[in-house]
């Protein structure tokens, strides 16, 4: 087994404006919209900007915004929040 894992997620959001906007502060360089102007419109995040983006929902969390999230995103933020208590950092392909 690898000493990597890279994670992979779909950045969701109906106002493409803001979708772009929420990738560029997640630290995407290259932005490509898929689903545009449909249901499921979103940019895919994987890396240094998905771990930004959960790092964002989680403040936003404990802060008391309704953000709802699935079994397997709970899962995943918490095995990121854990990691970043022990001082580990996940290894990828581009590091």
Same mark, same amino acid.
């Given at each position: 087994?690898?000493?990597?894992?890279?994670?992979?997620?779909?950045?969701?959001?109906? /106002?493409?404006?803001?979708?772009?906007?929420?990738?560029?502060?997640?630290?995407?360089?290259?932005?490509?919209?898929?689903? =545009?102007?449909?249901?499921?419109?979103?940019?895919?995040?994987?890396?240094?900007?998905?771990?930004?983006?959960?790092?964002?929902?989680?403040? =936003?969390?404990?802060?008391?915004?309704?953000?709802?999230?699935?079994? /397997?995103?709970?899962?995943?933020?918490?095995?990121?929040?854990?990691?970043?208590?022990?001082?580990?950092?996940?290894?990828?392909?581009?590091?």
């Amino acid at each position: 087994m690898p000493k990597w894992v890279t994670f992979s997620a779909h950045l969701l959001d109906a /106002n493409e404006s803001r979708l772009i906007k929420t990738a560029k502060r997640c630290g995407v360089r290259v932005i490509k919209v898929s689903r =545009r102007g449909k249901r499921g419109q979103h940019i895919d995040l994987c890396g240094k900007p998905l771990e930004k983006a959960l790092r964002e929902c989680e403040v =936003r969390m404990v802060k008391g915004e309704g953000i709802k999230l699935t079994a /397997n995103e709970q899962e995943l933020l918490g095995r990121l929040w854990d990691d970043e208590k022990r001082g580990a950092r996940q290894e990828t392909l581009w590091d």
